[in-house]
């Protein structure tokens, strides 16, 4: 029997949640920009380390007015995809609003999260991309937070386009989240 875990694709609108949504169920990639209007889901069922696992994707709307609607949406989620654009750096500055809201609106509080530097593909056309190693040092800072509650927030550069490292990241979720779980039982 599969473990069912409910995540989020959480980030600002047009950094590419849908495209790896897609790319991660086996789409393909179009380069079309369709805008996701409040939330959209899928199922996927996959093996993390030996256990059974159906991923329960929530991709949520990333534009300001859907902020209304979203927090329903995070409800019972047990763990989140934040992603940012790497050429446009104001979507990665607007990371840590995604975080609060993930972490307030869920039901549980603090819950794993892994962020997603996306369209990695295009770094080479944008000299002001945000690099690793910014990215690095966000989730190192956010890690001060969230070790106190079993696990360390990871971070992956992707790309629907190529699927570099799409795979990759939902995986690397599930392997958090089954960290935090061991790590909640071993403090009881």
């Known amino acids: 029997m599969s473990f069912l875990m409910k995540i989020v694709l959480a980030g600002d609108g047009a950094v590419g949640k849908t495209a790896l949504r897609e790319r991660y169920l086996g789409k393909g990639f ?9 939330a959209d889901f899928a199922l996927k069922e996959t093996e993390i380390d030996d256990r059974a696992v ?4 929530w991709d949520l ?15 019972g989620s047990l763990g989140g995809l934040l992603l940012f654009d790497i050429t446009r750096p104001e979507t990665f500055q607007n ?11 869920n039901g549980k509080g603090v819950i794993p999260i892994v962020i997603l530097g996306n369209k990695a593909d295009l770094k080479d056309q944008f000299p002001h991309h945000i690099t690793t190693e910014q990215a690095l040092e966000y989730c190192e800072k956010l890690s001060e ?9 990871k971070f992956l550069e992707t790309s629907a ?8 990241a939902f995986n690397l979720l599930g392997r958090v989240y089954f960290q935090f779980v061991d790590q909640q039982k071993a403090q009881r």
């Open 54 to 57: 159906k991923f329960q994707i």
């Open 61 to 75: 709307a990333g534009q300001p007015r859907f902020s209304s609607v979203r927090s329903v949406y995070y409800m």
């Open 95 to 105: 990371l840590d609003n995604w975080v609060r809201e993930l972490w307030k609106n």
């Open 145 to 153: 937070e969230t070790r106190p509650y079993g696990f360390e927030v």
């Open 161 to 168: 386009k190529t699927g570099k490292n799409v795979q990759e």
């Open 30 to 38: 179009t380069a079309k920009y369709l805008m996701t209007i409040g």
